[in-house]
């Protein structure tokens, strides 16, 4: 047993004997291939939350402002749909991709020129019908390269290096989430130009890994017989056989449900109860403060957690880290709150990402199935972009408002720390 009490692999293949493409990673990743890495969650999560931040808001307004929330629920809740299916089925396609350019990086290319397409699209989109169908499409071409990339830590990455790499990863989508607020205050309300951007971005994100992917192709016999059957039943993980895996979803799922909940009104709390002036210029503030924390809580925690060879207790404090984030927007509706609030939650989920990655990739059930298994985790990073807009459009209409929302983040978050402890297979 490892120091970071990783089980040996369940699918039967014996040591030594496996390819290269599902063998376990022994040798250390280098910067280069680090930094390909980190560059595609770059570019994806400006494609994410780029619209989901800002422009989508602020395109509902221009098509009817007093539906405005309602429109935004409406159309993240169904990307977020699509998402739900997308990531573990071209998780589990690039399984079985048998391609000379390896496994990943076709869904990585193919994905993002999906995504690019379909940003410009919604540029143009005057209709919430048409916000819809092409967000749609940006959620599954986005979430298609997002499910190969994330495969590829696992992949490529030896345990030892697991938490410092996921720190990096997590500094990447936090630089994409800074670079579509970055991308909402330069254009000042002009959300066509911010698609344009968002897509640009995510396009030329994905180059440098794609020269240096050290992606080993899976033999055409490793792939074996597709059975449809067999296909669809391996999206099932059983809690039973499997209870860490179990866990470490909804552990996942429900911390991931307070972060939604603390920033899916973000622009229209700035404007409608603190009355920022430029509520856009406010997210990017916001949004800048969070990113500094993420990405130096990132980076410390993820190799500290390898040294430690512990995950749990820094996933447990972070959880509970992000929970008084919006215990904070919820008591001091001001700017000074919303300041402070942004700091807090950049602190836990900063180490949060590091950590519980590299915690993920260690209770994943088989070799031969990486990418549809972290699919399936993924599936905890989606779901709650389709809860979360529900539960807050009701806790805002019908609950008593912002205060009730940031309470309830604050609760769930909370849930998600105590389930931590049910993780018995690693420390």
Request: charged content about 10%; glycine content about 10%.
């Amino acid at each position: 047993m490892s120091p970071f009490n990783t089980p040996a692999p369940l699918d039967g293949t014996p040591a030594g004997k496996a390819p290269a493409a599902l063998a376990e990673p022994v040798q250390k990743v280098t910067a280069r291939w680090v930094t390909g890495l980190v560059l595609v969650n770059v570019g994806i999560n400006a494609a994410f939350f780029g619209p989901i931040n800002v422009f989508i808001g602020q395109q509902a307004i221009s098509i009817d402002a007093p539906s405005k929330e309602a429109i935004l629920s409406l159309v993240t809740a169904c990307g977020a749909a699509v998402s739900l299916v997308a990531n573990p089925l071209f998780g589990a396609l690039s399984d079985r991709t048998t391609s000379r350019f390896g496994r990943r990086s076709p869904w990585v290319l193919a994905g993002a020129v999906l995504a690019t397409a379909a940003l410009l699209a919604m540029s143009f989109s005057a209709a919430v019908s048409l916000m819809v169908l092409f967000w749609c499409l940006v959620q599954l071409g986005a979430n298609a390269a997002y499910a190969a990339i994330t495969a590829a830590v696992p992949d490529r990455v030896p345990l030892i290096q697991r938490g410092g790499v996921g720190g990096l990863a997590a500094m990447g989508q936090t630089l994409g989430i800074l670079a579509g607020a970055v991308f909402g205050a330069v254009v000042s309300g002009n959300f066509l130009v911010g698609y344009w951007l968002c897509a640009g971005a995510l396009l030329l994100s994905v180059l440098p890994y794609l020269f240096h992917r050290n992606d080993p192709a899976l033999p055409a016999e490793e792939a074996g017989r597709f059975r449809m059957g067999r296909f669809l039943r391996g999206f099932w993980i059983s809690p039973r056989r499997y209870p860490d895996f179990a866990w470490a979803w909804l552990t996942r799922f429900l911390v991931n449900v307070g972060n939604q909940l603390t920033i899916v009104y973000l622009l229209f709390f700035l404007r409608d109860v603190i009355g920022h002036e430029d509520p856009a210029t406010g997210v990017l503030v916001l949004t800048g403060i969070y990113a500094v924390m993420v990405m130096i809580t990132a980076v410390l925690a993820g190799p500290w957690s390898d040294r430690m060879a512990r995950r749990k207790p820094f996933v447990i404090g972070s959880s509970a880290t992000i929970a008084m984030a919006g215990a904070i927007m919820a008591f001091f509706p001001v700017w000074p709150g919303a300041l402070a609030g942004a700091a807090v939650l950049g602190i836990g989920f900063g180490a949060y990402l590091a950590v519980d990655f590299a915690l993920l990739t260690q209770v994943l059930p088989f070799a031969a199935s990486r990418g549809k298994d972290m699919g399936v985790i993924n599936v905890a990073n989606s779901l709650p972009q389709v809860v979360a807009p529900a539960l807050a459009l009701l806790a805002v209409t019908y609950g008593g408002g912002y205060r009730t929302l940031f309470l309830t983040a604050a609760a769930v978050g909370l849930l998600g720390a105590v389930f931590v402890v049910k993780i018995k297979g690693v420390d």
